[in-house]
């Protein structure tokens, strides 16, 4: 986590980390804004919520989250080693429970629905992580907007999902600007703190 007050050398695997983790916070951004849409557009009646192409472009979001959240949870520079764990087990999770749900369980919503829960566990550890390093109003609250989201998925209210997943999004969005403007060393920290 960040110490700017330490600038560690970076070599090649430390740039491409601490990128592959921008990147994923980057992607969760843009899923997050897209789905958002999404929802406002069908509620509008502007789209058909049941259409194959909505079906296709929501399973698209799942995805994405799950690739940028994979991005994220392998590469993220956490001093606690089971905490680093936590995150990149609960990722691997939703990967086997989104891929369960597609294969053998598409007619039980439940399991998408609970894979996606995963993904929010671990947007949420990271929305929290980086909270101690930037101080952007609201990113201690990602966590509170992501679970009841899930939960207005669940019961089909997409207007309230919508406007939920937006707000995650907005916050999402301006932690996102906020990693990309600072130096790469500040993701790294102080190397001595790691534990192994």
Sequence with gaps: MANPEIKSILDGFDKF???LY?????????????ESILLILSFLALLDTYSSSIALLRNLYTVLLIISITFSSISIHIYDKSIRFFIVFNSF???ILYLLFT???SDLYIIEVISLGFIYVSISVIAIKESFCFKIWGLKYIPLLLASSLIFRLINIEIIEAVLLLSASLLINILNISKWKMPLYFDIGDRSRYQN
């Design 17 to 19: 980390t601490v990128s």
């Design 22 to 34: 921008r990147l994923g916070i980057s992607i969760i951004a843009i899923a997050t804004i897209i």
């Design 93 to 95: 999770f939703a990967i």
């Design 103 to 105: 294969k053998y369980f």
